[in-house]
């Protein structure tokens, strides 16, 4: 069965420090490639998305990822991060065979003054 | 725009209840979707719906029910609520209407249910 791992359940770093969250995904083709942000007390917002085409994928809020398809990752890097960005952020895939969302458990980031 | 709205925002029931959960968007979607959210969990899909009059189960559809009567309403039930139904519910819209989630999805900000 798919499914998506984030390794890490909560990750902290100073304002202004960079930034990678890690997502690994276990699939056997590439699938569709997700990361969603989810400030508190608020729904879901998608930051990018990866289909095909060029492995790095701009987003919203200075956001970027890598596709890896030799480590089946999908890691979110930021180069400076605000106060603003203390949210959970959670990776999902879409495979072909369901073409729903599978969801990671999500990482919690904190943000240090 | 309000986007996508979710009513109410917090309940209690008690084991046995039942209610409805309320999601509306004015976005003019096509599709709507019902998921949960459980701590240390990814959000898990319950019911979708690609177009109104239609639904379909997702991932955990047990214990549930949807209606999707008007195209800008989605509404989820819980016929006999259980604690194992205590979950943060979200409700998201996408423009496409084949229920496909490579759209992009526009969630609501969620109601916290306890079932005790």
């Known amino acids: 069965a798919q499914s998506v791992t984030q390794p890490d359940i909560h990750i902290t770093v100073s304002e202004g420090a960079s930034l990678e969250l890690r997502c690994n995904y276990s699939?056997?083709?590439?699938?569709?490639l997700f990361w969603y942000v989810q400030s508190p007390g608020q729904g879901l917002q998608l930051l990018l998305k990866?289909?095909?085409?060029d492995t790095l994928v701009q987003g919203i809020k200075g956001f970027e990822a890598e596709f890896k398809r030799s480590q089946s990752s999908f890691n979110l890097r930021k180069p400076s991060v605000h106060w603003s960005d203390a949210a959970e952020y959670f990776c999902?895939?879409?495979?072909?065979?369901?073409?729903?969302?599978?969801w990671g458990a999500g990482t919690k980031l904190i943000i240090k003054p | 725009n309000a986007g996508v709205t979710q009513t109410p925002k917090f309940q209690v029931l008690k084991t046995g209840q039942s209610m409805t959960l309320q999601c509306a968007q004015d976005?003019?979607?096509?599709?709507m979707y019902w998921y949960r959210q459980d701590p240390g969990m990814g959000l898990r899909l319950i019911y979708y719906?690609?177009?109104?009059?239609?639904?379909d189960k997702g991932e955990v559809p047990d214990g549930y029910n949807v209606s999707r009567l008007k195209k800008q309403n989605f509404l989820l039930g819980l016929e006999s609520a259980a604690p194992s139904q205590t979950s943060v519910y979200f409700c998201?819209?996408?423009?496409?209407?084949?229920?496909?989630?490579?759209?992009?999805?526009?969630f609501g900000p969620g109601t916290r249910l306890t079932v005790l």
């Open positions: 699939y056997g083709a590439t699938p569709y």
């Open positions: 976005m003019n979607h096509n599709s």
């Open positions: 998201a819209s996408s423009y496409g209407s084949s229920g496909l989630s490579t759209d992009t999805q526009y």
């Open positions: 719906s690609a177009s109104e009059g239609t639904t």
């Open positions: 999902a895939v879409v495979t072909d065979s369901n073409y729903q969302l599978i």
């Open positions: 990866y289909f095909s085409g």
